[in-house]
């Protein structure tokens, strides 16, 4: 049972232009929400997270928005740049902030 | 910089044989650690749940006697994967919360690709 769906499992974007990744979660206990970046071979890096008593956190050029009516959250990159390429997680936890749900992921291609 | 180190980052090593992960907080103690597990273009799933000084929580499912680990101190765990088989080649990942908060997002080290021949 996938509590967190990332339906997209690749996203291509010309750069400058705007990012828009998406994941839907199933399970209504979930309360904070956290959007990870991943290289090959190498540990997710934090970016961005949100708490369900908000509907969007912005932090420079990433942007989550949070609806939990639709039990759904997007990760918004703009501009978009090339290095922003890489595989893109949404992570979400109703228990403890450690034990994190993780969706399976979206590679993002920025293009020059 | 990291904050989360982990050793090493690549090993193969034969069926039937055991391989230690480690994992250390970097100027930051961590009395809880966490280990996930990421197979071929799956998601990352947590595994265990690290406790200083006590016994680790193990997830569904994760064979405790399989998948060992030590939390001897506040800034280093150790996974330890015995007798090891080909479906257990994987990408293992530990992590922590920096400090005390822990409101803080779950920082995680830079993983192990075990390959078991």
């Known amino acids: 049972d996938q509590q967190v769906k990332q339906n997209s499992p690749s996203l291509s974007v010309q750069e400058g232009r705007i990012s828009i990744l998406n994941c839907d979660y199933t399970?209504?206990?979930?309360?904070?929400f956290l959007w990870y970046k991943k290289y090959p071979a190498e540990g997710p890096t934090f970016l961005i997270s949100?708490?369900?008593?908000?509907d969007k956190n912005e932090d420079g050029r990433f942007t989550v928005f949070l609806n939990k009516s639709a039990k759904h959250l997007s990760l918004h990159i703009v501009p978009s740049q090339p290095g922003d390429s890489a595989v893109y997680f949404c992570?979400?936890?109703?228990?403890?902030?450690?034990?994190?749900?993780f969706g399976q992921g979206t590679i993002l291609t920025v293009h020059p | 910089g990291a904050v989360v180190s982990q050793h090493p980052s690549w090993v193969i090593c034969k069926s039937g044989t055991s391989v230690k992960i480690e994992c250390r907080s970097l100027?930051?103690?961590?009395?809880?650690m966490f280990w996930y597990r990421q197979f071929p273009k799956q998601s990352l799933m947590l595994m265990a749940t690290?406790?200083?000084?006590?016994?680790?929580?193990?997830e569904q499912g994760v064979e405790k006697d399989k998948f060992l680990i030590n939390h001897a101190s506040l800034t280093l765990s150790t996974l330890t994967v015995t007798s090891a088989h080909p479906e257990d080649s994987s990408f293992y990942i530990c992590?922590?919360?920096?400090?005390?908060?822990?409101?803080?997002?779950?920082?995680f080290g830079n993983g192990t690709r075990l390959t078991v021949t």
């Open positions: 992570a979400a936890t109703g228990t403890s902030y450690g034990k994190l749900t």
């Open positions: 949100i708490s369900s008593i908000k």
């Open positions: 992590s922590a919360h920096r400090g005390a908060d822990y409101n803080s997002p779950l920082h």
């Open positions: 399970n209504s206990m979930f309360d904070y």
């Open positions: 100027d930051f103690q961590a009395t809880t």
């Open positions: 690290s406790n200083e000084g006590s016994k680790a929580t193990y």
